[in-house]
T-cell receptor, first 119, second 114 residues
Framework: GAVVSQHPSWVICKSGTSVKIECRSL??????MFWYRQFPKQSLMLMAT?????????EQGVEKDKFLINHASLTLSTLTVTSAHPEDSSFYIC???????????????FGQGTRLTVV | DQQVKQNSPSLSVQEGRISILNCDYT??????FLWYKKYPAEGPTFLIS?????DKNEDGRFTVFLNKSAKHLSLHIVPSQPGDSAVYFC?????????????FGTGTRLKVLA
């Protein structure tokens, strides 16, 4: 299957600093990328949807000024957690969908996730 | 409001037997369903999917059944193997603001006993 690479796999940062997480589709072009957050023993919660060259669409309750998303190219999307606080500690996962997918081809491929710990 | 529900947080099955994981949904606009397998600290791995125009899809040991009238889908794994032990998420997809988005269930932790 297609490969989505997420970097870094884990990061520890001080409270008040910003952290950038990268998501790359390695062997396909991704028109759409998604960012999820997973709390322990809970589901993957969609945070935002980003389309290449346009502003991200955020889900209700997600602060767009805190979680900055940039989808600068068809193979790269970044999530920046600004002014991080301990409550932002979580597992963040990106996924990407192949732009060649048709109407029923809505399979998305996931990165390996990033464990963020804010101390 | 949880649109996709997996009511069993965990399931234990003996090796070689069948594992049945269940998922219920409430939104009739969902038209594509997927199952993902996830290990701790890793991203989900796609397993199998089914379109709403079908009621069954099979891939090797994995079969997904969809009952649209009951808004229920299930994943059957047979025979179950110890390597199948993981958390399984079902996801439902619907068009939202021009983009297909996934809504995930809360997951079921499957443990296959040797």
């Amino acid at each position: 299957g297609a490969v989505v690479s997420q970097h870094p796999s884990w990061v520890i940062c001080k409270s008040g600093t910003s952290v950038k997480i990268e998501c790359r589709s390695l062997d396909f072009q991704a028109t759409t990328m998604f960012w999820y957050r997973q709390f322990p023993k809970q589901s993957l919660m969609l945070m935002a949807t980003s389309n290449e060259g346009s502003k991200a669409t955020y889900e209700q309750g997600v602060e767009k000024d805190k979680f900055l998303i940039n989808h600068a190219s068809l193979t790269l999307s970044t999530l920046t957690v600004t002014s991080a606080h301990p409550e932002d500690s979580s597992f963040y996962i990106c996924s990407a969908r192949d732009r060649t997918g048709g109407y029923l081809d809505t399979e998305a491929f996931f990165g390996q996730g990033t464990r963020l710990t804010v101390v | 409001d949880q649109q996709v529900k997996q009511n069993s947080p965990s399931l234990s099955v003996q090796e070689g037997r069948i594992s049945i994981l269940n998922c219920d949904y409430t939104n009739s606009m969902f038209d594509y369903f997927l199952w993902y397998k996830k290990y701790p600290a890793e991203g989900p791995t796609f397993l199998i999917s089914i379109s709403s125009i079908k009621d069954k899809n099979e891939d090797g040991r994995f079969t997904v059944f969809l009952n649209k009238s009951a808004k229920h889908l299930s994943l059957h794994i047979v025979p179950s193997q110890p390597g199948d032990s993981a958390v399984y998420f079902c996801a439902a997809s619907a068009l939202d603001s021009g983009t297909y988005k996934y809504i995930f269930g809360t997951g079921t932790r499957l443990k296959v006993l040797a």
